[in-house]
């Protein structure tokens, strides 16, 4: 990408609203207690993935982890998490009212079953979960969707693709009022459907998808810190990404996807998949909007287009960004209690834009 540095035209200062992380996996236990400052240091709120093990199935698991998150944060750090169930073909739509009724839940997720890290009790037939859907459609609840097939068959690059033939289309056609968010959406595919929709459609889109392509991942050796799910795509993807984040189009949100594993257990033989973006994501995020000379759509896509979705008032409190000339600092690791811990994202350049105030 191109270094803005020298770019005297464009602002050196942006004030915005406090952003919110529309898709963040906070973990539990030491690990949640290592990241979950990370987030809440910039954003305000967001939507809690479920993915624990076990997974946060019933409304009772979704309020017992919400005060572990709460419990997790530093002192006088105002941080709301939006709880989130785990989808399975079990669920049962009456504790979902009751969640929904308590102010508690505020989305549901479908892994397919085997497409993500511990989404093995996700959903393996669709037509288990459609009463649960329904009840879905008519509490007006978003469906958050890891949205790739598991087949064997179909090649990881395609997963996509072929989840929108195969599952997403027909899902919007049999019950069009369900809300769906495609998640960390990876392919211009991705994208076009979304556009296709006329209501009820949005995206969310990574930091990290918006600056690395597969060659990052793979060329010169393979780079296990750049590995996730869904896998990183071609640049012609990439570019395509960036300009939906960069457009303003309010169908296309922040979902960092930040997703922290011990680094020893990404640095193996079977590494996980997940990059961990929260302490630079803000960095990372306006150096991309300057480059496409759109600073003026970062606030959009980070804490305007996602809470209009979710109908949710943005935050009132602002979040500012400052152009400095050296370049930013931040650890390349965080750790973690008994000795382990988490490398952040590096994007292959160095941050210039420091987040200066999140009052
Ligand atoms: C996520 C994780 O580690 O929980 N990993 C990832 O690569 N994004 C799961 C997910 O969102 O797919
Ligand atoms: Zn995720």
Same mark, same amino acid.
């Given at each position: 990408? #191109?270094?803005?540095?020298?770019?005297?035209?464009?602002?050196?200062?942006?004030?915005?609203?406090r +952003?919110?992380?529309?898709?963040? *996996?906070?973990?539990?236990?030491?690990?949640?207690?290592?990241?979950?400052?990370?987030?809440?240091? *910039?954003?305000?709120?967001?939507?809690?993935?479920?993915?624990? %093990?076990? +997974? %946060? %199935?019933? =409304?009772?698991?979704?309020?017992?982890?919400?005060?572990?998150?709460?419990?997790?944060?530093?002192?006088? &750090? &105002?941080?709301e998490p939006l709880m989130t169930l785990y989808l399975t073909e079990a669920s049962d739509p009456d504790d979902l009212r009751q969640g929904v009724a308590d102010g508690l839940v505020r989305a549901v997720k479908l892994y397919?079953?085997?497409?993500?890290? #511990?989404?093995?009790?996700?959903?393996?037939?669709?037509?288990?979960?459609?009463?649960?859907?329904? /009840?879905?459609?008519?509490?007006?609840?978003p469906l958050c969707v890891h949205g790739e097939v598991t087949d064997p068959d179909i090649d990881i690059f395609d997963r996509e693709a072929v989840?929108?033939?195969? %599952?997403? /289309?027909?899902?919007?056609?049999r019950l069009p009022e369900l809300r769906i968010v495609m998640e960390h959406v990876t392919t211009r595919n991705g994208l076009d459907f979304v556009r296709s929709q006329a209501q009820g459609m949005a995206a969310t889109l990574t930091t990290h998808h918006l600056i690395i392509n597969r060659n990052h991942l793979l060329v010169g050796g393979v780079r296990p810190h750049y590995y996730c799910l869904p896998v990183a795509k071609r640049e012609e993807h990439r570019l395509a990404l960036v300009e939906a984040a960069t457009?303003?189009?309010?169908?296309?949100?922040?979902?960092?996807?930040?997703?922290?594993?011990?680094? *020893?257990?990404?640095?193996?033989? @079977?590494? @996980?998949?997940?990059?961990?973006?929260?302490? #630079?994501?803000?960095? @990372?995020?306006? *150096? &991309?909007?300057e480059a496409e000379a759109a600073?003026?759509?970062?606030?959009?896509?980070? =804490?305007?287009?996602? +809470?209009?979705?979710?109908?949710?008032? /943005? #935050?009132?409190?602002?979040l500012t960004l400052v152009k400095q000339s050296a370049p930013v600092e931040y650890p390349?690791?965080?750790?973690?209690e008994g000795d382990q811990s988490v490398t952040v994202f590096d994007p292959g350049f160095e941050l210039f834009w420091a987040v200066k105030d999140a009052s």
């Open positions: 990408m #191109n270094d803005a540095r020298n770019d005297q035209a464009a602002p050196q200062r942006l004030t915005i609203r +952003p919110d992380d529309w898709h963040l *996996h906070l973990r539990d236990g030491a690990m949640l207690q290592a990241v979950a400052g990370e987030t809440s240091r *910039h954003f305000a709120r967001a939507i809690i993935m479920p993915n624990l %093990v076990p +997974p %946060v %199935v019933r =409304s009772r698991d979704a309020a017992a982890y919400r005060d572990r998150i709460l419990a997790a944060l530093p002192e006088a &750090v &105002v941080f397919p079953a085997g497409a993500t890290t #511990n989404s093995d009790s996700g959903v393996r037939d669709i037509e288990k979960v459609m009463p649960f859907l329904e /009840a879905m459609a008519e509490l007006g609840l989840f929108i033939e195969r %599952v997403l /289309a027909p899902l919007r056609q457009s303003g189009d309010a169908r296309f949100f922040l979902g960092t996807d930040s997703a922290p594993h011990a680094t *020893h257990t990404k640095e193996a033989a @079977c590494g @996980c998949a997940g990059i961990f973006t929260a302490p #630079n994501t803000m960095s @990372c995020l306006a *150096h &991309v909007f600073l003026d759509k970062l606030e959009s896509f980070t =804490s305007l287009n996602g +809470p209009a979705f979710y109908g949710l008032p /943005a #935050n009132e409190s602002r390349d690791q965080i750790p973690v």
